[in-house]
């Protein structure tokens, strides 16, 4: 997996001491954030399909510390988003 350019070059932005550079630099990589968050799921996915060869979801979940059908969903892409609850009035 190959992090975007914003991402990788962010440690040495951040050790700059001009504010304009840090704060260009930390702009760009909340902009690359989106692309960083479906590479690291499809890399995750990825390794989750991989630890499924020759095992069952049960044998994979307990080697994830997650519940079986959670790393089924994982294998297939499937977003852990918790969903926020309506407030009752």
């Known amino acids: 997996m190959t992090l975007p350019e914003p991402i ?8 700059s001491t ?3 550079t840090r704060a260009k630099a930390l702009s760009a990589a909340l902009d690359a954030v ?3 968050q479906r590479s690291i799921a ?3 996915a990825d390794a989750v399909n991989e630890l ?4 069952t979801w ?5 080697l994830l510390g997650l519940h079986p ?10 977003s852990g988003g918790t969903k926020k609850k309506t407030p009752t009035t």
């Open 52 to 55: 499924k060869q020759g095992r």
């Open 18 to 20: 001009d504010p304009v």
């Open 69 to 78: 059908a959670r790393a089924s969903q994982i294998a297939r892409g499937v």
């Open 34 to 36: 989106p692309t960083l």
């Open 8 to 15: 990788a070059h962010l440690p040495d932005a951040l050790t």
């Open 58 to 62: 049960d044998q994979v979940g307990e």
């Open 42 to 44: 499809a890399a995750r």
